[in-house]
């Protein structure tokens, strides 16, 4: 999922899915963009700059994988 936030200085940002690994969402951000039901679940997105952070949440649905 893409995230992205505007401010001054411009935030850097970050998406993971709530509760997974650092590297296990690096991992998954290389591979290709085909989704499994096993992809659903809550991410969030997060932006910080020098004056604080801003998060926000979205939940994913997965409701039918590639082919169905």
């Excluded at 690994?21 to 020098?50: I, L, P, Q, W």
Aim: hydrophobic share 30%.
């Amino acid at each position: 999922l893409a995230c992205r936030a505007e401010g001054d200085p411009p935030p850097s940002t970050r998406c993971a899915r709530q509760g997974a690994s650092a590297a296990a969402a690096a991992g998954r951000a290389r591979r290709s963009r085909t989704v499994s039901r096993a992809d659903a679940g809550r991410y969030v997105c997060r932006a910080t700059n020098k004056h604080g952070t801003a998060t926000r949440s979205v939940v994913v649905t997965v409701e039918c994988e590639w082919g169905c």
